[in-house]
């Protein structure tokens, strides 16, 4: 049986990772798989979940089954977190699932039962995982135009006149911050013009949030996805703990189906847990019970705001490091989009013989596409990396 199998294309970042462990270089630097490090290169596991974990280890009792939507509590506490007071919860259908991504796949699965003919308009670029599902279940892709190769910000116009282009059935999946892989977000004015597309074609929005609390902080990186929800009658979102809880093997996530007409929210949750049993029968709890303790715990919680910050305040300083080391080196302001990107990520707009050139001469390790994770740098690297990027004539 097995040898009818045929290889399947690499994912580009998980390969990239492979290919930074085997490098022997004591001076390479990993730019890939987003993952944040501090200053002396180690992905700590933050106080707040070890505050929780130490508390789970003395008062959990049982480990038997929870729900196929996993824990309510889990859900009303990411409810609140990403959505605020944006929509009435009882408009709200909600199950945990393993990490963002699972909630991606299973927000697939769940628009495909729904529109068998659904098209989904992605933007270029995109996270590679997003295309790669969607083509592995056999649903039509549209690219919609989204960064500019000359500021390194948002093509807006051209964003705008492709998402104009849906109708309604076909879903336009949105970065709700932090734009990965290109770091470049839109501003409220420019997201209230796509809620106007939104409404004018009818499309149903599908929001992707990874990174609340990297960008401009945890209430600021969920506004665009608040308006959204706030403005069409139907909007899917999937929610990531894996980067602002620092739980990334512990794969917690959420999908979210909302719409204005409650009637549907039986329907909806059944068949998020349908879904779920379908595919992997209950959601991971660990991850989830940490998080719904630190966001029901003021102590807890506190402490895990206060850390989250400072990540971020950390990145945002590496980035002005970075552009400011550039600007010296270069004499040209031509790499200042870098303090403007927001985020895990900027894409430094360059071609992939140099990216390729940055690994060989400098170790240097980005995506392909010149993806570049900001948080896998530090103080002493952003020079190194800034003199590279001078030295190859980028
Ligand atoms: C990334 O884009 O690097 C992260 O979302 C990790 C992943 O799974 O690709």
Redesign the pocket.
Known sequence: MFETLQAQPA?K??ALMAQYREDPRETKIDL????YKDATGLTPVMKAIKSAEHKLWEDQDSKAYVGLAGDPAFGDAMIKLVLGDAVPRENIAAAATPGG?GAIRQAFELIRMARPDVRVFLSNPT?P?HPSILKYLGIEMVDYRYFDDETRGVDFDGMIADLKTARKGDMILLHGCCH??TGANLNMTQWGEVIKVLLETGATPMVDI?YQGFGDGLEVDAEATRAVVAAVPECIVAASCSKNFGIYRERTGILMAISTDTSSKGLNQQTLGFLNRQNFSFPPDHGARLVTMILNDDAMRAEWVAELEATRVSMLGLRKQLAGELQRLSGSDRFGFLAEHRGM?SRLGTTPEMVEKLRVDAGIYMIGDSRM?IAGLNATTVPILAKAIVDAGI
């Open positions: 994912d970042i998980l890939g798989v987003g993952v991504t996270w995982n990965n892989p990874a990520f994770n």
